[in-house]
């Protein structure tokens, strides 16, 4: 099959990059000649585990094309996928006008029939947006031609995105046609990721819509809650990994995202929470369940600050601290709203200094803040702990969770860790001389 996906960024790109893999020939566009001009060089924009490999050989095979034509890329497909980005707007809400700047660009170049899927997380009402445009542009042009806008929403996690692609748990299909052609079109599609049993949900365009923000917004609301008990836990005494197993057991529960720590970041969650309040707003109801997961969270952000200003008694400044993470999860160098910006960002408020390293996000860490006094990126965990008043964890990468008591003991000027994910035993440190700081513990 012939696809075009508009936008090359995480989720256009991990897309495009699998429906090729999979034997279609994929034209992926951007309008950022500077990200075009580097996946034509083999050179990927995202650390993604597993995808520069697929590109490479796809581009190779003639099977993903990289351009910044938008006509070329509306021309060539029959299925457009809408992968573009949906940021907040100031108020919260998702701004659309990368959505329908794309639905815009379809319309005015399509000279065929075209099925139109949108993957891009998006609010309720967005297809009839995006048919709108479609029909107000065909209509300026005086051309009639046959479309369909379809959601699909995207399911992929950052770190394990390539293998969500290839090996979807669901694949949800928002449709409100009867077209046989479109429902066969996108069974064909389809069927390669979906060969061992039916994984496809069929549904009416809105709820699709809903289904994704209902999705991140559900596991945002797993982790604010285990942030919650966590801070319930150090007020009364109570070891929250215990209670985390002892939850956990349940089949009902499981064990996935109940891990307390320094809240939750990246390109989702925040952003979807905050977007399905605006829309709980806009309909006038109050969504209060929503606002306290995103209050938790922002909370959550602070603790590891909070813990060390109390530990100095408020006296930061002159003080250098080794930081382990950036990115907001392991397996990715994505920093959006990750909670180490949260906590570097208060340290230099109280005039402390950061030495900090990163498996993968040194680069973007540097594209944020730039060249400053107060922040040295380290080339490793170790060399980051050299001369530093303490140790802080913020990010839970493997490399991390295996602890050189004594050598970290020398490196640091006294034996202290403020630990924002759980990874070490406190009577195991504490056992070998090391002043040591959790969450819920």
Known sequence: MNITVIGSGYVGLVSGTCFAEMGNKVTCVDIDPIKIEKLNKGIIPIYEPGLATIVEENYKADRLVFTTDVKIGVE????????????????????????????????????????IINKSTVPVGTADRVSKKIIEVLELRGVSLDYHVVSNPEFLKEGSAVEDCQKPERIVIGINSNSNYVINAIKELYAPFNYNYDRMIWMDVRSAELTKYAANCMLATKISFMNEMANLAEKLGVDIEAVRKGIGSDSRIGYQFIYPGCGYGGSCFPKDVQALIKTADSISYNAEILKSVDSVNYRQKEKLFEKINKHYDKNLKGKTFAIWGLSFKP????????????????????????????????????????????????????????????????????????????????????PLIFDGRNLFSPERLKNNGIKYYSIGR
Do not use: H
């Open 76 to 115: 060539y497909g029959d299925i457009q996928f809408i992968a573009v980005g949906t940021p907040a707007d100031e108020d919260g809400s998702a701004d659309l006008k990368y959505v329908l700047a794309v639905a815009d660009s379809i319309a005015n170049y399509m000279e065929t029939p075209k099925i």
């Open 331 to 414: 397996n990715t160098d994505d920093m959006r709203e990750a909670p180490s910006r949260v906590l570097m960002e208060s340290l230099w408020n109280a005039g402390a200094k950061v030495q900090a390293f990163d498996p993968e996000a040194m680069e973007e860490c540097q594209r944020i803040y730039g060249q400053r006094e107060d922040l040295t990126l380290m080339v490793s965990q170790n060399s980051a702990l050299k001369g530093a008043d303490a140790l802080i964890i913020v990010t839970e990468w493997e490399n991390f969770k295996v602890l050189d008591i004594e050598y970290v003991s020398q490196l640091l000027k006294e």
